[in-house]
């Protein structure tokens, strides 16, 4: 069985065909199966995401098959948050709501905010990059089916899997079809029907917790022939119990994202008439409702989508079926890190081929081995995001820690690094940098405490303070012992040195 040469992989997504790139390159014989129709043939489901933010960690994943320069071309690089305040008013522009309704007023705040830009690296030259998803995927199974081996068929929904002798069974437009491969790998999303039959077979636990948050996407078009807002940034209007944020497409059009309670005096329900639909944006979005035309439309005719973390274990069963990306470990979109970690998986499973001689009975446990650890610790981290960007961006104390973080940064080049950064900008192993960031906060503390001390006796700057704590110190791994490059210098960390 691990001598197999014929794989299986469900699901033509980002994931699933990015995968199939790579094990061409092993020179496997791989068909994916995908249950929807071939989407380079029609138009986009509407209320379906139709961008991503693309970062390092997906970057990585592209330029080793040779895609990136070619995916990057449409990009549009997003160098930090723009904050919208609640009251900030934007001058209205000549554009009306569709089928002829009235345009919506909205009164100008007598105190109107200023936006706020915060910048994600300190130097403030690093983005993540607003990327189309359809345009990602088309290009990615352009790839998967001129690499050699590889075949793609569409319409193939799997409603059956015998995990121990690899037999799948499809339901298809002429009826059911079977098929077997040696190996068979679940690259089909967070509603994963891999994971589905692997749990019927008990061949795995799982936990679905979903959020009290549903999502609906917003839509506002150019604005005479360019971008309505700065293409240059993550928009963000936080507002406590809701939020909405907008990412730029390649058209110059934003798609926004609104996300708000699923129940409740205040929640998607609640605004049941395009009255109460324009009165709540004109009150909570005020700069919103001039550049959204078809706002009540798209706010009516969009569907609600959930928002959960999925986790399972294992993420293998009987040494030849196996699971990778949101089918092993969906998580909440607030970090922008779910393409990125699915393609970081793709990487890793890679790896792990090498790791074992190609066996795959023995690649696919040590694969889980190796990932647990991060994929949980990016769930974590993108839940802790969702309040950050929610309730704390717009607030002054937020924005003074940021300053300050900025200034460690520059006072403290390689040796404190922001947990952002960390994230976004480096392929630092997810657990090494949430062990790393708990080490840096404890040393920032002792070193405000050993700063204030020294101010008051001998006028010593925090600078010098901290830079004694955070020298690197005999407990270094070797370097041939990092999974990963780096761009960012390695800091130490409790009992280890973080890569």
């Known amino acids: 069985m691990s001598g197999s040469r014929d794989v299986a992989i469900v699901g033509a997504g980002l994931s699933g065909c990015l995968l199939a790139c790579f094990l061409s390159r092993r020179g496997y014989e791989v068909t994916v199966y995908e249950r929807r129709p071939d989407p380079r043939a029609g138009k986009a489901e509407r209320g379906r995401s139709i961008n991503l933010a693309l970062s390092e960690r997906g970057l990585n994943a592209l330029r080793r098959i040779g895609l990136a320069e070619e995916v990057m071309v449409d990009a549009l690089p997003m160098r930090g948050r723009m904050i919208h305040p609640a009251n900030h008013f934007q001058p209205p522009l000549a554009v009306r709501p569709k089928r002829g309704r009235r345009p919506i007023q909205v009164e100008k705040s007598s105190v109107e905010g200023k936006l706020d830009f915060q910048p994600y690296s300190v130097d403030g030259q690093r983005a993540i990059n607003s990327i189309s998803r359809g345009a990602l995927n088309n290009a990615l199974l352009d790839a998967a089916e001129r690499a050699p081996g590889v075949q793609v068929v569409f319409d193939h929904r799997l409603v059956g899997l015998e995990p121990a002798t690899g037999e799948l069974t499809f339901e298809t437009p002429q009826g059911k079809v079977q098929a077997t491969a040696g190996t068979v790998l679940g690259a089909d999303g967070a509603g994963s029907a891999v994971r589905g039959q692997l749990l019927a077979h008990d061949a795995l636990t799982e936990s679905l917790d979903f959020l ?257 704590l955070v020298t690197p110190g005999s407990r270094r791994h070797p370097a041939s012992s990092l999974r990963s490059s780096d761009r960012i210098p390695p800091a130490p960390g409790p009992g280890r040195w973080v890569a």
């Open 212 to 468: 009290d948050y549903g999502y609906k996407e917003l839509s506002i078009p150019p604005a005479g022939g360019d971008f309505a807002l700065d293409p240059g940034a993550l928009h963000i209007w936080p507002r406590g119990t809701s939020m909405m944020i907008a990412l730029p497409n390649p058209d110059r059009s934003f798609t926004c994202t609104l996300f708000w309670p699923n129940g409740g005096t205040r929640s998607f329900a609640s605004l049941s008439s395009p009255a109460a639909i324009e009165r709540h944006f004109a009150a909570h979005y005020p700069d919103l409702v001039p550049l959204a035309p078809n706002l009540v439309d798209d706010y009516q005719h969009n569907p609600v989508g959930l928002l959960g973390t999925v986790r399972c274990d294992p993420w293998h069963a009987h040494g030849r079926v196996g699971l990778i990306g949101d089918a092993a470990h969906a998580i909440v979109p607030f970090y922008g890190q779910g393409a990125n970690c699915a393609f970081e998986d793709v990487v890793e499973l890679d790896r792990c081929l090498d790791d074992t001689g190609g066996q795959w009975a023995r690649a696919l446990p040590l694969f889980h081995q190796r990932r647990r650890d991060d994929t949980a610790a990016i769930a974590e981290m993108a839940l802790e995001n969702f309040v950050e960007m929610r309730d704390k961006v717009a607030s002054p104390a937020f924005r003074l820690g940021k300053r300050v973080e900025h200034a460690l940064e520059r006072a403290l080049p390689g040796r404190y690094v922001s947990r952002y950064e960390l994230v976004s900008f480096s392929n630092t192993p997810y657990a090494e940098v949430r062990r790393r960031v708990q080490w840096q906060h404890r040393a920032v503390g002792a070193a405000a405490l050993v700063a204030g001390a020294g101010l008051a006796a001998v006028g010593l700057g925090l600078s010098g303070s901290l830079r004694s």
